[in-house]
């Protein structure tokens, strides 16, 4: 039975995690390092780095775990790219390196979770890739291959054991692989990086950093942040307005989990080659009878999808013909993944920064690139060698991605065609509780929202980061960027950039009076 309509977006994760609260920034600070952003990545980066000891201050704009890595399904697995397609790209020795900063990440995570003693549910268990291609085992044989070369343990098998409707025959297995809970796991690490006297501030937004004498500032609306090192780790880079913006392009992705009879379902990892792919994973559930079963997907461009909900259907429905053992809906949300033009991660130093460094790029393994980031970021502050450097490095040139790179560029200059376009041919005055429209204001665009008791709530449509036409996100209730990837509230905040600054709130009066010129081609509101 069909459910998720009355679902709001929400994960497990959020829902069963206590997670550490932090004050805001409230002067200025000197420290050696700054790490922004309070995910996998800038809270793993942080530990490193204190546990050197190191003076270290970690900011987040929102709460610990409150932005990508809540929206994850912490799923640890070979790379999404799949290593047949990363030895045609980037050759063999690429495909090897990548397989060995994923093995390292997994067994860091390990380490932490032992050092620190968190309670996070981690677990080595099976991987499962299967073919929904016309020749599954020339593209499973495909990728076996790749993968020994590249050194990763795999085995062709002939189905998938207790569960033959998922997949099969045939499918590839990965051994060893891992998922966690990953809110309790940055729990644990934000407390352990407390422990070790670094600190950290919430609620503070970093909004510049600029580089002078030797060092880098950091500029917060409550403070400044004076350090030898910088590293921005907020999923996308709100440090660099266009360069990296041109080498990646984002994703919204989606999950629906439900409760299923504890044991009904294999212990493993799946995924699919499908475009869009599939993958699920299981979890200990709300009691001892049941696990959750996760499952994501439905990938498309953010802001560039006119009805989101019906990818959750999709995704449900994808679920329910596999599993059909599955209750109903308990939960479902949605991420944003940045998937890089060559399929590799940016990790390192920010090109022509001497003191800043980035970590995005994850191209949905956001857990493992985020600790392989934080690892080698971590080095190259401390001057320690690390071999991954070049291979990850964010300054490196996509020229065997010209095509690709022409190709999304032309989908982001069709964007800003939303300028020329009319707005919702809508009366705003029927606009129902809860749901947002783009009208026409002279130019622009206006974003109006009607909240829950009926109040409207009026921004510009031009997303502060370079001016694209926000898209209203129904099943989210945000307003999304499709050019880069900035969202925002139904209110207008930011919520993930790379903008870093809210919608501009439009003045009311000033809409009537356009509306009463019948210089918008919209109903007067009453």
Sequence with gaps: MQQSDALKSHSWWSATASMPVYPPLSANLNVEACVIGGGIAGVTTAYLLAQTGLSVALIEALSIGDGETSRTTAHIAPPDEGYAALESRHGLETARMVADSFRAALELIERNVQTEHIACDLERLDGYLFSCGTSPHVALDRELAAARRAGVEAFKEDTLPLAPSVAGPPVLRFPGQGQFHPLRYLAGLAKAITRKRGVIYCGTRGLEIEERHGHALVTTPTGRIIADHVVVATNTPFSERVAMHTKQNAYQTYVVAAHLRKGSTPRALLWDDADPYHYVRTTPGADELHDLLI????????????????????????????????????????????????????????????????????????????????????????????????????????????????????????????????????????????????????????????????????????????????????????????????????????????????????????????????????????
């Excluded at 003191?355 to 980031?373: F, K």
């Excluded at 903008?499 to 009453?526: M, S, Y």
């Design 295 to 526: 499952v994501g997907g439905a990938d498309h461009r953010t802001g560039q999808e006119p009805c989101p909900e019906r990818r959750y259907q999709e995704l449900e429905q994808w679920m329910r013909g596999r599993f059909p053992q599955a209750g109903p809906l308990a939960y479902r949300w949605s991420g944003e993944v940045m998937e890089p033009l060559d399929g590799l991660a940016y990790l390192g130093r920010s090109s022509g920064n001497e003191h800043v460094y980035l970590i995005t790029g994850d191209s949905g393994n956001g857990i493992t690139y985020a600790t392989i980031g934080a690892m080698l970021v971590t080095d190259l502050i401390l001057g320690r060698p690390n071999s991954w450097v070049s291979l990850y490095d964010p300054s490196r040139k996509t020229y065997r991605e010209a095509v690709q790179f022409l190709k999304e560029q032309a989908n982001i200059v069709k964007q800003y065609t939303d300028y020329v376009l009319p707005g919702a041919d809508i009366d705003v005055a029927t606009l129902a509780p809860g749901d947002g429209a783009l009208l026409r204001s002279g130019m622009g665009k206006v974003a109006v929202y009607r909240d829950e008791l009926g109040a409207l709530h009026w921004h510009s449509a031009s997303c502060t980061h370079l001016g694209c036409i926000v898209q209203w996100n129904s099943a989210e209730k945000t307003w999304d960027c499709p050019c880069h990837g900035s969202r925002y509230s139904a209110y207008g905040s930011v919520l993930h950039g790379p903008a870093v600054h809210n919608l501009e709130p439009i003045d009311p009066d000033h809409w009537r009076k356009l509306l009463k010129a019948g210089k918008t081609g919209q109903t007067p509101p009453r």
